[in-house]
């Protein structure tokens, strides 16, 4: 039987992998399979009853590579009854126009796909001008940004994870 959580990431430079594994971490490794998107199908989303999406914002408010080619994909697959996490990579000073955008894209697809999100966050603390993950004064998931901020990375994730453990009823 598959772990209750299935953590499925694109990356390209390893930022977003890396924070894929202390997720995997804080929430206990039994709990949750880590799945590169590049590598997955849609079944393998399907398989799971709580998801974790983690997609960095490339070039300028894009998926990075693999989830733009897995992004058709998430209209063949029904969301319906599943609590779906996000969080993301990004550079809120030199991206400041479109910083986690591709949260906010893959979330928008998710959700009229039948997903529930979870794991808002809060937006504080950030410096940003737009963003497509930002909804109703938080994001639709935990961002980071280790270009500007990596001193907050460990401890945004500590909370996030326990965030999700209740939310996800872990």
């Given at each position: ?66 989830w733009d080619s897995f992004y058709p994909d998430l209209d063949e697959i029904n969301f319906a009854g599943k609590k779906v996490a996000y969080f993301g990579t990004g550079d809120q000073r030199g991206?400041?126009?479109?910083f986690q955008d591709a949260m906010g894209i893959l979330e928008e697809k998710i959700s009229q796909r039948g ?56």
């Open positions: 039987m598959p772990a209750k959580i299935g953590l499925f990431f694109g990356t390209t430079t390893g930022k977003t992998g890396d924070a894929a594994e202390v997720i995997q971490q804080e929430l206990g490794k039994t709990q949750v399979d880590l799945r590169d998107i590049g590598r997955a199908s849609k079944a393998d989303l399907s398989a799971y009853e709580y998801l974790i999406i983690g997609c960095p914002t490339w070039n300028i408010g894009d998926l990075q590579d693999d991206y400041g126009d479109n997903g529930t999100t979870v794991g808002y966050w809060p937006a504080d603390n950030y410096d940003f001008n737009a963003s497509k993950a930002y909804k109703n004064g938080k994001f639709v998931g935990l961002a980071l940004d280790d270009d500007n901020q990596p001193e907050q990375t460990e401890r945004r994730i500590k909370q996030w994870a326990a965030q999700l453990k209740r939310e996800f009823g872990i």
